[in-house]
């Protein structure tokens, strides 16, 4: 069973930065994809980034050029620059051993998911 942690959320300002990561308590060479998603009070969860084994990367148009998804053996990254309000949510790390490339943005595509980690920026 794979078990995803994330960690570095938390308070910064209209324009401030942060890298939130996600680590495994397992080895995971086997997931062929992570992804990151983000859900704020009372909206879906949405799609923001996903890389994949062989390192391809998709973004969200709302995300593209301000955040940058990268990996490493066990894993996962989320530099987020030029925060703003619309950024505001609990982020959530996922993964899966599935072949998603056409479905990468559903969060059903991902069996594996973390606890989430906040994230608040403020005016």
């Known amino acids: 069973q794979v078990q995803l942690v994330e960690s570095g959320g938390g308070l910064v300002q209209t324009g401030g930065s942060l890298k939130l990561s996600c680590v495994s308590s397992?080895?995971?060479?086997?997931?062929?994809?992570r992804g990151w998603f983000r859900q704020a009070p009372g909206k879906e969860r949405a799609f923001v980034a996903a890389?994949?084994?062989?390192?391809a990367v998709t973004y969200a148009d709302s995300v593209k050029d301000r955040f940058t998804i990268s990996r490493d053996k066990n894993a996962v990254y989320l530099q987020m620059n030029n925060l703003n309000r619309d950024d505001t949510a609990v982020y959530y790390c996922?993964?899966?051993?599935?072949?998603?490339?056409?479905?990468?943005?559903?969060?059903?595509?991902?069996?594996?998911w973390g606890q989430g980690t906040q994230v608040t920026v403020s005016a």
């Open positions: 890389i994949s084994r062989s390192d």
């Open positions: 397992a080895n995971t060479s086997g997931l062929r994809f």
């Open positions: 996922a993964g899966t051993s599935t072949a998603i490339t056409s479905t990468q943005r559903l969060p059903t595509s991902y069996p594996y």
